[in-house]
């Protein structure tokens, strides 16, 4: 059976952007809609142009920027607004009017003050004026999860009438259940005479967190394009995620629906915005959090260790993840041991095995997670260090306001002294790219983690960095209370097993 296509509408820079202290500039912008251009959304709702002049200024540059995606301005019912947006669209390739005004009792009584009968008329009037503009003209009932279906499936089919190519059925205030929403689809789509003439759109935010199930009921009952936001950020809790929806639809292939979204770019995306947004992703955020992909009970990491199948449902290279990620902790066995271990470099037979497992559990039960560094120890790290190919002789660096920060190292690799001297975006960037210019190796930080130890301004630092390199991941440990050289020294801990 042939697939129906989900249009994946991504509303990360209007929707997404309102929450607080995650403002981005133009120039962000355009990074993070190029990014959604090659990660393959079909629509790009790129801002509400009205709302100020770096508004408009960014849907114009986007629109001069990218060339797949619908490009994508929000207005209210008001002429001004869209005779705006129409002027912030006119470079786009592919340009779309996204107008509407509330349809539940709270909004057309209390937000409004109007009728239902005036409602109509102004959104009839809003699409048709959009129309004179552009030809792809999506409408928005806000509010549609608490409107009344039969009054609802009316406004549908009136703006229907009047132009509209997408109708956005948004659950604004995230209040409705998976199977109320499900049932207001499908409602529309039995009601509305000529819901065939246009697409279903939903919009579902998470306050009750349950924005993904109430978009994948929407989908079941005849919706073909959801409005996501990388990472699910958005107003108060946030919207539907894009990756979530994505890959539940690349899982479930038994619902036959299936999306433009190129998998593999999605934890890079990811990341894009999170950093640009300064807004960090919860740990335990599905497909994209730092432990979507991560084992610390030791059933499951002998289960992983033996196939990945049998406790994870997606590959994490689907998406972008080189790898799962096995944790130590006090709840972990033999196996993940054994497995961390060898990653560093160490074989233990059996016997030495148990040994080092007796050790490791009394230090798990008084830490939270045991890192690299504690196994160096625990397997004889000083052995390791005197093997080791690389040793920091000196590091000295040149930074501050207004001066472009260099870095000089100076390391020993097979007792031979090699130096360098690099610049870079900080103290700690120029010394790494110093250490790069030396060995003359490919590699890639995946994370640099910087943890204080005690409080103070002579606090001791712990640098922990993952490098990758081939496709494989090096970890990297140092502890200083100079935070640049502990850097250093975590980045050389880590190149040492490469080189």
Not at 267 to 276: A, D, K
Not at 356 to 374: G, M, N, R, T
Not at 429 to 443: G, R
Request: with cysteine; proline share 2%.
């Amino acid at each position: 059976m042939a697939k129906d296509r989900v249009y994946i509408f991504d509303t990360t820079l209007r929707d997404g952007e309102q929450v607080p202290g995650c403002q981005l500039n133009t120039i962000e912008k355009i990074e993070v809609a190029k990014a959604l251009e090659q990660l393959g959304v079909d629509v790009i709702e790129a801002g509400f142009p009205i709302s100020s002049p770096g508004d408009f200024n960014s849907l114009v540059e986007i629109s001069k920027a990218v060339t797949e995606p619908v490009i994508c301005a929000l207005t209210r019912a008001v002429k001004k607004d869209i005779e705006v947006a129409a002027e912030s669209l006119k470079f786009a390739k592919r340009p779309r009017i996204h107008t509407g005004i509330g349809t539940s009792y709270y909004h057309i009584y209390h937000k409004l003050n109007s009728n239902p009968e005036e409602i109509i008329t102004r959104g009839v009037e809003a699409v048709k004026y959009a129309k004179s503009f552009v030809e792809d003209v999506e409408f928005y009932a806000e509010d549609a999860g608490r409107s009344d279906n039969k009054y609802l499936a009316r406004v549908i089919e009136a703006m229907i009438d009047a132009g509209a190519t997408v109708v956005n059925i948004p659950d604004t205030t995230g209040y409705t259940l998976p199977d109320e929403y499900g049932k207001k689809i499908k409602y529309l789509v039995d009601h509305v005479s000529n819901i065939d003439k246009a697409v279903i759109s939903t919009h579902c935010h998470n306050d009750l967190g349950m924005a993904t199930a109430n978009t994948m009921s929407g989908l079941i009952n005849g919706a073909r394009q959801v409005e996501v936001t990388m990472n699910g950020i958005g107003e108060r809790a946030g919207n539907t995620s894009l990756e979530e929806i994505a890959m539940i639809l690349k899982s479930r292939k038994h619902l036959n629906l299936e999306t433009n979204i190129n998998a593999r770019k999605i934890y890079q995306t990811s990341r894009l915005v999170s950093t640009l947004m300064r807004m960090p992703v919860q740990a335990n955020k599905a497909i994209v959090g730092r432990n979507a992909f991560a084992h610390s009970s030791g059933i499951h990491q002998d289960g992983v260790l033996k196939r990945r199948e049998n406790y994870e449902i997606i590959n994490p290279k689907t998406v972008g993840i080189n790898e799962s990620s096995i944790l130590l902790t006090a709840r972990s066995g033999r196996a993940a041991l054994k497995h961390r271990l060898e990653k560093l470099g160490y074989t233990f037979s059996k016997k030495g095995l148990d040994a080092i497992y007796e050790e490791f559990v009394i230090l798990a039960d008084s830490k939270k997670e045991i890192v690299d560094e504690d196994l160096k120890i625990l397997a004889g790290a000083s052995s390791r260090d005197i093997k080791r190919k690389l040793h920091l002789n000196k590091l000295q660096v040149l930074c501050g306001k207004g001066t472009t920060p260099v870095a000089t190292v100076t390391l020993t690799w097979d007792n031979v002294c090699h130096s360098a001297t690099a610049q870079g975006n900080g103290p700690v960037d120029a010394s790494i790219n110093a250490v790069k210019d030396i060995l003359k190796t490919k590699v890639r930080i995946e994370e640099f983690l910087i943890q204080a130890i005690t409080r103070g301004s002579d606090d001791m630092g712990k640098v922990h960095m993952q490098v990758e390199h081939k496709n494989v991941i090096y970890y990297g440990f140092s502890a200083s209370t100079d935070i640049i050289t502990a850097s250093v020294e975590a980045f050389i801990d880590a190149m040492s097993q490469i080189v």
